[in-house]
């Protein structure tokens, strides 16, 4: 589903602002994955900030009632999901759980917390998707409890070709407030770039794995 264009702007600007999302075209990063990137995202800063959580948490929670409004439990993923996953849980007033990447190796070894009822109709909360692999490993996890995933929320999206490979393979919908093409818009607007860093920051978009090799 497509951002609302003015909450995808809104929300880019306050991660911006709070350095959730920092851009260093000239200064790349290093992603665990080992790509290089111009761009470092940590939307968890959002929760510092009671502004920006709310606004967050407020816009997160229209989406799900908007576009899955049969939805019966919030499940968040593991780890930056969960908070968000609460918060939208709490404000809908809805059941809450949450995946992890694995099942525990003690206990009841769970990998899902919370009660899952068979066929209950669950909408996934994430932070951030960037190829969409341990958002839809939750997914897979659910679907092995026989829940039924209505679909996918996030507060920002790479929007890689990959990830939306991914998510139809998988056939699981997913809706983010915000995305690159706003966050690039949004930053420009804001002079945290130059003009002729939007070039570079395109280029990246379009072939993460081999920029700046």
Known sequence: MNANPTVARQIARMLLEIKAIRLSPDQPFKWSSGWNSPIYCDNRLALSYPDVRTFIKHALSAAVVAAYPDVEAIAGVATAGI???????DEIGL??????PEAKKHGLNNQIEGKVEIGQR???????VS???????????????????????AIFTYGFDTAERNFEEKNITLHCLSDYAALLEEAAHLDYIQENQLETLAQWRNDPAGWGV
């Open 95 to 100: 059941p809450f759980i949450y995946v992890r």
């Open 131 to 153: 190829t969409g692999g341990s958002s839809l490993r939750a997914a897979d996890a659910l679907r092995e409890a026989e829940a039924h995933i209505l679909g996918m929320v």
């Open 83 to 89: 908070p968000q996953g609460v918060l939208v849980a």
């Open 122 to 128: 669950v909408v996934i909360i994430e932070d951030l």
